[in-house]
């Protein structure tokens, strides 16, 4: 593992502990020697990061201490790439530009050695075959997941017949093959997954709905995949 990213580890380490840690954990954590720890505390002292304690006694991070944004190893860096580049399956223009954006962001901030890994990562990802949403904003559906809005929306089901329906969104879950909006629909009384490309119109209305601390997403989530459906 390369120095700096030990280094961070140690800090993130130090951070999530509820208590002092001492050198030994420390190096059984990061699978290096207590002397290295020594030396690595020594380094971030040096450095104005706030450690406070002591060989065997146990080393704190002092509150209120902020990394610097985005210190990355090179499997994160590759993470944030693959990830960005699989958000062009779920046929959503606005979450697309935001990959985009998030990988030029990336680009810019992240140490030199690891820029190739973002731009010019050697991954393929294949574009998936989840219908598009001619009928639905995609951005305005997930907004009034985010705000607990109801939905009132158009839908027409494999024969093609249209209902009129309010529905409480509740989350988007993405296949290969299909992008789904779960839901509490008013008209069944019950949970369901609206397809994309079936809703053929959406409007968002002032009536909110109580999430229930993720009650109604945890019921959701029971449900089989892909179904039932609207």
Same mark, same amino acid.
């Given at each position: ?135 639905? &904003?995609?951005?305005?559906? $997930?907004?009034?997941?985010?705000? %607990?809005? @109801? ?5 027409? *089901?494999? /024969? =093609? ?28 009384? &019950?949970?369901?997954?609206? $397809?994309?490309?079936?809703?053929? %119109?959406? @409007? ?5 709905? *109580?999430? /229930? =601390? ?17």
């Amino acid at each position: 593992m390369p120095r700096s990213d030990r280094l961070f580890d140690i800090i993130q380490a130090l951070r999530q502990a509820r208590k002092p840690m001492t050198a030994a954990a420390l190096a059984e954590a990061l699978e290096v020697t207590p002397r290295t720890v020594y030396r690595d505390i020594a380094t971030l002292q040096a450095r104005r990061v706030p450690i406070e304690g002591a060989a065997g006694v146990g080393y704190v991070l002092r509150k209120g201490f902020d990394l610097p944004p985005l210190m990355f190893t090179i499997d994160e860096v590759e993470a944030i790439a693959v990830g960005a580049r699989l958000l062009k399956r779920v046929k959503d223009p606005a979450l697309q530009q935001a990959a985009e954006a998030v990988l030029a962001k990336v680009s810019v901030v992240v140490p030199e050695r690891l820029r190739p890994h973002v731009a010019d990562a050697h991954v393929y990802v294949s574009p998936g075959m989840a219908a598009e949403a001619p009928g639905a &904003d995609l951005a305005e559906i $997930r907004a009034a997941i985010r705000d %607990s809005r @109801k939905l009132y929306i158009g839908y027409a *089901d494999e /024969q =093609g017949r249209r209902t009129n329906r309010v529905i409480w969104p509740i989350a988007m879950a993405y296949y290969v093959d299909a992008t789904l909006v779960g839901a509490w629909c008013e008209l069944r009384t &019950d949970y369901r997954n609206f $397809r994309i490309e079936r809703i053929q %119109s959406t @409007k968002v209305l002032r009536d909110k709905f *109580d999430q /229930q =601390g993720g009650k109604l997403f945890r019921e959701w989530s029971a449900l089989p995949k892909h179904g039932p459906g609207g």
